[in-house]
């Protein structure tokens, strides 16, 4: 039996698609939402963690590398995001937090049975339509120090406090914040702020 925890923040999707699940003999599935998630992967200990890419509460970036860490005595899950080709960033943040699975939100749920079913393996699983995003997530422009400046810039930080929070020099935040609408085509923080977020990349 495969112990699998799926993780969505949209109560009815989550919902009807565990108990879609529930129909595989040899899935034993159990669900949660993502403020959820730690406390559930700690009772549960699943095979996999089946989580939605898109997390209602951080401007789209979900924990996942909370989902991948050892909860106890047992061996951390193996975990399989549901993603979008066109959220790039996301894809990129599930793979650099380990994630073996990678099933199309558009495809079919015969997918994400196969892919559970792989990932518990310990065998990559990717379908083919996501090919694209993984591309363009490889062209990611921005930095991981832009990206922290942006992320606080978007939490409603000004210059002051985000120079203050990296220990870094008011003029180089201006730079930073300079570069960062330069390399996204951004007229402005806030539109830089907007595309970063619409990519995934926030």
């Known amino acids: 039996m495969i112990r699998v925890l799926l993780v969505h923040d949209e109560c009815l999707v989550r919902s009807v698609l565990a108990e879609w699940l529930r129909r595989e003999p040899d899935l ?3 669900d949660a939402p993502w403020r959820s998630a730690p406390s559930r992967l700690r009772t549960v ?3 996999v963690c089946a989580a939605d890419l898109e997390c209602s509460d951080s401007y789209g970036i979900p924990p996942l590398r909370d989902l ?3 909860q106890s005595e047992a ?3 193996r975990l399989l995001v549901l993603a979008s080709a066109n959220r790039p960033g996301l894809l990129k943040r599930a793979a650099e937090a380990g994630a073996l699975g990678y099933v ?4 079919s749920p015969e997918h994400l049975v196969r892919g559970i079913r792989r990932v518990a393996e310990g065998k ?4 083919d339509s996501l090919g694209f995003g993984f591309f363009r997530a490889a062209e990611m422009p921005l930095t991981r120090r832009e990206l922290s400046v942006l992320g606080l810039a978007a939490e409603g930080a000004s210059i002051a406090e985000i120079a203050g929070s990296l220990h870094l020099s008011h ?4 730079n930073y914040m300079a570069a960062i609408t330069r390399k996204t085509g951004a007229r402005n923080r806030v539109d830089a702020i907007r595309i970063s977020q ?3 990349w926030l």
């Open 28 to 30: 034993g599935v159990f």
């Open 45 to 47: 200990a699943p095979d």
């Open 68 to 70: 991948g860490a050892r």
């Open 75 to 77: 061996p951390p899950p």
């Open 104 to 107: 199309d939100k558009e495809g």
């Open 124 to 127: 990559r699983f990717v379908d």
């Open 171 to 174: 003029g180089t935040v201006r």
């Open 198 to 200: 619409g990519e995934g």
